[in-house]
């Protein structure tokens, strides 16, 4: 059969069968009556036509027509389809040609905001009711927003989608208006955003080891390890879902006293952390730290500088009408740090009190990214960089006392901790040539940072400590541990 007018399957609506193929010829017109959700005669169903037949081939040109409203008896005329509904108009034994040169949308019948699109399969042509404008999202989380705007920006016309472009939209038709918020916000790729705060995280327990070996610095040589751990829990929030991050791993340092109050050292550290939330994000960091503390009298000041390389390896699935897409990328990056401090020693309730205030900064580098995996969804990200500022105020109690022959340094500390900026860490992802903001849920600006440990001195050359750490926020919890020994000599 070859169409050159109009060809309206059924009986308003119904189902035309032919045994053998149909073109659509050029001009030519595919009128289809949409009154409901399933195929049939009559009220409330929707036309289609069937070819039957192993070599029947259905070849698309011309305008396709869906029609709503004005629809001949016995429909009903009432029918307006939702966002995610679908129709398989056509269906083709032999399989599907050619494509529409339009489409055309209803004069009336459709929801506002909404529109047909036309998708192509093997053996079948289908219509599908989709948001006419993705910017205009709602009921998602911002990452989601972000995307679903820069994407709908490069979005063809209905009807005209070809190549990878084409198929990432069409694999949104066929999801409701909360699946697309849920499919956006797993093309927004926000798990990458969550891999530059773990190397954040990384490095600040690098840091943290250092700090406590300063509070602890006495006038002769040291050679000190410890093993550390973490595990935070982050908050989700209205830019992107929470995650949780565990991590651990050795930092080892050597320090001595050079003169003047001055005690001066150098660390390695290696930490592992594994990120999971929408997706996974590992990253492992390599880190080599010089500090040092200076004293003169009652006061001090703490200081250090570290360089870390870091190794990421991110897994993430988008989930779309068209299937689960898994992605992979394994970038590398480097992350620079400096912190210090300055406070004064008390003798108050017995012991010792340190109150001090304190600076630290830190930049994440991220080299750019291609992501394997599925063309469709596959995001790209140049060179990143993030970093942050943290305030730190407070104060740490400890006593000496002697248990078994031994002295034990029992200590408590808390400290307010404040970043100059709020928000997690971002990243400017890219896909079919938009670009958008990618983010990880916000940690919280302010938080209190609380510890317990022990020092026990087992002789005039060993020490063991182990020390409790508890960091709060309104969107994060996070609790760690050390366990170290020191030499002296």
Known sequence: VEVSGTLSPGNSPGQLVVAGSVTQLAGSTLQVDIDGLTVGNGAGHYDTLVLTGGSSIYTA???????????????????????????????????????????????SGLAAGTRFDVIYGDNTIALAVTMADYSLLTGGLRNARSAGAALQGVRPDAGTGTGDVGAFFDSLAGLNEAQLAAAFQQVAGDVHATGLEGAHRNSRIGRAAVRSRLSETEPSRH?????????????????????DYRSGGLVVGLDAPVGNGWNVGGAFAYVDGVARGDGRAEVESYQALAYARWTHGS???????????????????????????????????????VEFEFGRTLQALGGQVDVLGGVSWEEVSRDSVEEIGAATVALSFADTEDDTTRLRLGARYGRDMQSSGMTVRPYAQAYLVHATESGGADANATLHGATFTTASADPGQTGLETGLGFVATLSESLELYAHYRGDFTENQTEHGARLGARLAW
């Open 299 to 337: 006061l001090f000041s703490n200081s250090s500088i570290g360089y870390s390389v870091d190794r990421y390896d991110i897994r993430r699935s988008v989930g779309l009408s068209t299937g689960v897409e898994e992605l992979t990328s394994t970038p590398d990056g480097e992350t620079i740090a």
């Open 223 to 243: 050679l000190w390890g410890e093993i550390v751990g973490a595990d935070a829990d982050i908050d989700g929030d209205d830019t992107a879902n929470g995650f």
């Open 61 to 107: 040109d011309g305008t396709l027509a869906p029609i709503l409203r004005g629809i001949t008896a016995p429909a009903n005329n009432t029918f307006t389809p939702d966002v995610g509904d679908t129709f398989v108009i056509v269906t083709a034994e032999g399989g599907v040609a050619g494509t529409f040169d339009a489409l055309t949308q209803p004069g």
